[in-house]
Structure formats: structure tokens, C-alpha cells
């Protein structure tokens, strides 16, 4: 009996404890810190709106996936890179680009602004949606606003309007902003 309830607690420390931090890998923190402030509010206005249902932010090794030959990340994601965020996007489905590394490749928090408001207009005919209710329309008084969007054509606000980006929005941007992964030296040696 001894013997049996010595194997099942060691046969339960060897496959919960053991193999899954070998796995792993070194579980410090690699070092980009908690998210805080707007980009911390930023993910929950991400995971709020559903983007994780289109957008995965896990970039694969090169040698299961093109991935890294798309440019969606410098090296494969780790899981120290998660280790200090409250959520977790990882998101199963991929109908759009990985978002694990974005704000590397797009660091215009403008571009964002003009992305939610209206993606088509960056991407004709893209399936994701409009995000116009993060965006409010405010009377134009005298010059525009810093961050009012330059917007012409069939989204242009009414003469003596313009459209700046409600607090969910600059949360939202500044979140993708944030989404870098530090090089892969300060982020643990995992394969
Ligand atoms: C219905 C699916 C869908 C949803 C929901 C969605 N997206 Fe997208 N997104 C796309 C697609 C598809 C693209 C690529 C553009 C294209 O070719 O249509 C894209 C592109 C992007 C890009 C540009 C990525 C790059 O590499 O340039 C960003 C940033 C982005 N989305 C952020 C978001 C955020 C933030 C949300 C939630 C508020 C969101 N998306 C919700 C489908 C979606």
C-alpha cells in the first residue's frame, strides 16, 4: 500500500510538476513588465470586443508554421512573454494576422485609429468589422482636434463635425501599441 500511494504521488509530481516546468522553460518574467494604466484597460476593451475570435497572438517556431517567414514576429512567442498579463488573447482562430507583435510592425497609433474606425478603408473588402462606436462625433470648434481623424470620402463627419477616439479606443491602440516581444536573448533560452 505504501509503496502504491508513493508511486501515485510520485507519478503525479513527475507529470504535473515536473515535465510541465522542464517544458516550459524558464518561467521569469522576460522582462517587457505588467501591462498598466490604458494598456492594461486597453485588453480588456481587446478581449471585450471579440478580436481574439479572428486574431491569435501566438507567433509558431519556423519549423511549424510560416509564421515568421510572414513577418508576425522576430522569433516564436515564449511563455515567459505571458507570464505578467491579467489576459490572455491566445485566440484559436486565425482570420486575421497574428497580433503577437504588431506594435513592431505598426507603430502609428493613427494607423489604428483609421484601422477601428474603418478597416476597408486600409483594406478594401476586409471581413473585419467596423469599430465606429469606440470613435465619438464632436462638433468642430475653430481648429481640429490633435488626434480628430483625417477622414474623407463616405466617412467624412458632416461639415462642422469631426470624429476623435473615445477613451476605449486610445486604451485599444495603446494596447496593440504594446504588443512587441522583447528579443528573443532577454526572453529565455526555450526553443
Ligand atoms: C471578423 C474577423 C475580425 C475581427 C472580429 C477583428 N479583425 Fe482585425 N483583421 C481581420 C482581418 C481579416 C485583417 C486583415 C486585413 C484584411 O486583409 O482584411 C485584420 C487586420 C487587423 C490589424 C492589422 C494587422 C497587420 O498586421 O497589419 C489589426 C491591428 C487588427 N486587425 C486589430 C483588430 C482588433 C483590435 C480587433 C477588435 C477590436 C479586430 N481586429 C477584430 C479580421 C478581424
Request: hydrophobic share 40%.
Amino acid at each position: 500500500m505504501l509503496l502504491g500511494i508513493l508511486l501515485a504521488t510520485g507519478l503525479g509530481w513527475v507529470l504535473f510538476v515536473w515535465m510541465p516546468l522542464r517544458k516550459l522553460g524558464p518561467t521569469a518574467p522576460s522582462g517587457a513588465g505588467a501591462p498598466f494604466g490604458r494598456v492594461a484597460v486597453g485588453a480588456e476593451v481587446y478581449a471585450a470586443n471579440g478580436c481574439a475570435s479572428c486574431h491569435t497572438q501566438v507567433v509558431r517556431p519556423a519549423n511549424l508554421g510560416s509564421d515568421i517567414a510572414r513577418g508576425w514576429g522576430a522569433r516564436r512567442t515564449v511563455p515567459s512573454d505571458y507570464l505578467e498579463d491579467h489576459i490572455v488573447p491566445l485566440g484559436v482562430l486565425r482570420l486575421g494576422p497574428d497580433l503577437a507583435d504588431v506594435g513592431e510592425r505598426r507603430s502609428d497609433v493613427r494607423w489604428y485609429y483609421r484601422l477601428l474606425y474603418d478597416p476597408r478603408a486600409i483594406y478594401p473588402g476586409s471581413v473585419m468589422p467596423s469599430y465606429r462606436y469606440l470613435f465619438a462625433r464632436v462638433p468642430l470648434l475653430g481648429t481640429p482636434l490633435p488626434d480628430s481623424l483625417p477622414l474623407s470620402g463616405r466617412d467624412a463627419p458632416p461639415p462642422g463635425f469631426q470624429v476623435v477616439p473615445k477613451p476605449e479606443a486610445r486604451a485599444l491602440a495603446a494596447y496593440l501599441l504594446s504588443l512587441k516581444r522583447v528579443p528573443p536573448t532577454e526572453a529565455g533560452k526555450t526553443p
